[in-house]
């Protein structure tokens, strides 16, 4: 069973950065894809940022040029930075993964709240 930890969310002032973590149970050349979500309260979960298939990054626009995922392959974990916080990003974090053999395998949650 692949398992995911998460780690690295928690409050912080407007303007400021935080850096997620997610390390996965499985290799990440046994992954398909993999990434990041949101859902902050009253809101439909949504793609923040994600490593498709073939490699390539997609970014909601709303976080283009303040956040960066990327990936240490040797740990198989994925990372979200995100720099220029803004109180919108406010939300439950999620890190997910489509190993190659199907199925969506979702972390636990980590909250990030970002101040005015």
């Known amino acids: 069973q692949v398992q995911l930890v998460e780690s690295g969310g928690g409050l912080v002032q407007a303007g400021g950065s935080l850096r997620l973590s997610c390390a996965a149970s499985?290799?990440?050349?046994?992954?398909?894809?993999m990434g990041w979500y949101r859902q902050a309260p009253g809101k439909q979960r949504e793609l923040v940022a994600g490593?498709?298939?073939?490699?390539?990054?997609n970014y909601v626009d709303s976080v283009k040029g303040r956040f960066t995922i990327s990936r240490d392959n040797a740990k198989n974990t994925v990372y979200l930075q995100m720099n220029s916080l803004k109180p919108e990003d406010t939300a439950v974090y999620y890190c997910?993964?489509?190993?190659?053999?199907?199925?969506?395998?979702w972390g636990q949650g980590t909250q990030v709240t970002v101040s005015s």
């Open positions: 499985i290799s990440i050349f046994s992954i398909n894809s």
């Open positions: 997910y993964v489509v190993p190659l053999w199907g199925g969506t395998v």
């Open positions: 490593f498709t298939s073939d490699g390539r990054q």
